[in-house]
């Protein structure tokens, strides 16, 4: 994985965890500041990528580890995981505002957690398509799996939102989409 990467995923774990526990108002600014680092790290990645310039943001940690002499061994972020990172950015900066049917943060959550499905799908098939963009270093296998978790948990993180409401109630139907719906995503 590469170094940017993984910080970028320790900075949004590290974002889960102060959205869920809301304690002091300084992390709803943290978590902002937190949004706006992974936004503009996968932004940032894909104008280079689109506009044709290399903007050293996904070698900036451990530059002598990541093969800069050979560009194509070098370890560079994908164009799918710089673009689920743009989104699960903002699915951080929307976690605030609520709908009234749905929650924004939801939304592009789902979409984060399509894309690591895809990339798994992908995998689990063999159908690089899926997984990776054209001539473009692939999305990781662990770096989708991630992905899929961080979408989950910003998903979950606010129970009283229409869509997690119906799996953390009591009744008969909440009980049946937690036991379905893991089945049946996994299938």
């Not at 500041?33 to 503009?40: D, H, K, N």
């Not at 990339?119 to 054209?134: D, H, M, N, Q, R």
Request: hydrophobic fraction near 55%; include cysteine; charge should be positive.
């Amino acid at each position: 994985m590469n170094p940017a990467t993984a910080v970028a995923f320790v900075l949004a774990g590290a974002g889960l965890l102060m959205c869920r526990e809301r304690e002091h108002p300084a992390s709803t600014h943290l978590v902002r500041v937190i949004a706006c680092t992974i936004l503009m790290v996968g932004v940032v990645k894909l104008v280079g990528l689109v506009a044709g310039w290399h903007p050293n943001v996904d070698e900036l940690l451990f530059p002598s580890k990541l093969n800069p002499s050979n560009a194509a061994a070098a370890n560079r972020m994908a164009p799918n995981t710089a673009l689920c990172f743009v989104f699960l950015g903002l699915s951080f900066l929307f976690v605030d505002r609520q709908g009234v049917r749905f929650s924004l943060s939801q939304a592009v959550a789902l979409v984060v957690a399509f894309c690591a499905l895809l990339s798994l799908t992908g995998y689990a098939y063999g159908v690089k398509e899926f997984y990776g963009i054209a001539s473009f270093i692939p999305m990781a296998i662990h770096t989708a799996m991630l992905f899929l978790l961080l979408a989950a948990g910003l998903f979950f993180c606010r129970s009283k939102t229409p869509f997690s409401q119906m799996f953390a109630t009591a009744d008969p139907r909440g009980v049946l989409a937690r036991r379905l719906f893991p089945s049946a995503v996994f299938l």
